[in-house]
C-alpha cells in the first residue's frame, strides 16, 4: 500500500503556530477515525503524539492536536518552540487491516 | 513503567534468515496488539506486522510470506522471524505496542538489520 503524502518541510518562528497535512484515500485515512501522528527526534525511537485523530495521550503538550477532513488529516502545532523541531509521521490503520505510515515532516524552527 | 528492549539485529547475507526479539515489560505482551515497525537509513518510518491480543497477524506486502510476527507468552516476548532477506530489508527495526487502532504508544530503542554480501 502507498505511503501517506505528507509535505516534506514545514517551518515556522517561535511562538507561531503550523500545521502538517497528510492525505491518504478512501481505504485509509478517510475511512477510519484512526489517524496517529508521531514525532521523531534524530537518533531516537518515534514518539505518540495524537491518536484516533484527536486525542492526546497523557503527558503530550496541548499545543499539539489534531483533526480530519475526507482523505486528509492534520496536525496542527500552537506556540512553535526550539524543542518542536523534529521529524512528524502520520499513520493510519487501513481496510486490509494494516497500518500506513506517511512519507514524514521535517519541522524547523527558524 | 512499560519498557521494550529489541535484540537480534546484525550482518547477514541475502537470502539468510534473522530472528529479532523483543522483551516486554510492565505489561503483558499477550493482551496486547504488537507491531513491528521499521525504518530505512535515513528514510522514513515503515509498519511491518501486527499481532493482534487474539493471535491474528497481519503483514505489509513488502514481507508478506518472508517474515513471520509471533510471541512466546512465557517469556513475555515478541519476535520477527525474517527469513529470505534482501539489501532493501537493511533497517532499524522498532518493536511497539499497539493501542488497538495503530496507535503505537511505547516504542524499543531498536536493533539494526543490515542485508549485505
Wanted: charged share 15%; proline share 3%.
Amino acid at each position: 500500500q502507498s505511503a501517506l503524502t505528507q509535505p516534506a518541510s514545514v517551518s515556522g518562528s517561535p511562538g507561531q503556530s503550523i500545521t502538517v497535512s497528510c492525505t491518504g484515500t478512501s481505504s485509509n485515512v478517510g475511512v477510519y477515525n484512526y489517524v496517529s501522528w508521531y514525532q521523531q527526534h534524530p537518533g531516537k525511537a518515534p514518539k505518540l503524539m495524537i491518536y484516533d485523530v484527536t486525542k492526546r495521550p497523557s503527558g503530550v503538550s496541548n499545543r499539539f492536536s489534531g483533526s480530519k477532513s475526507g482523505n486528509t488529516a492534520s496536525l496542527t502545532i500552537s506556540g512553535l518552540q526550539a524543542e518542536d523541531e523534529a521529524d512528524y509521521y502520520c499513520s493510519s490503520f487501513t481496510t486490509r487491516s494494516t497500518y500506513v505510515f506517511g512519507t514524514g515532516t521535517k519541522v524547523t524552527v527558524l | 513503567d512499560v519498557q521494550l528492549v529489541e535484540s537480534g539485529g546484525g550482518l547477514v547475507q541475502p537470502g539468510g534468515s534473522l530472528r529479532l526479539s523483543c522483551a516486554a515489560s510492565g505489561f503483558t505482551v499477550s493482551s496486547n496488539f504488537m507491531s513491528w515497525v521499521r525504518q530505512a537509513p535515513g528514510k522514513g518510518l515503515e509498519w511491518v506486522s501486527v499481532i493482534y491480543a487474539g493471535g491474528s497477524t497481519f503483514y505489509a506486502d513488502s514481507v508478506k510470506g518472508r517474515f513471520t510476527i509471533s510471541r512466546d507468552n512465557s517469556k513475555n516476548r515478541l519476535y520477527l522471524q525474517m527469513n529470505s532477506l534482501r539489501a532493501e530489508d537493511t533497517a532499524v527495526y522498532y518493536c511497539a505496542r499497539d493501542g488497538t487502532t495503530g496507535d503505537l504508544d511505547h516504542w524499543g530503542q531498536g536493533t539494526l538489520v543490515t542485508v549485505s554480501s
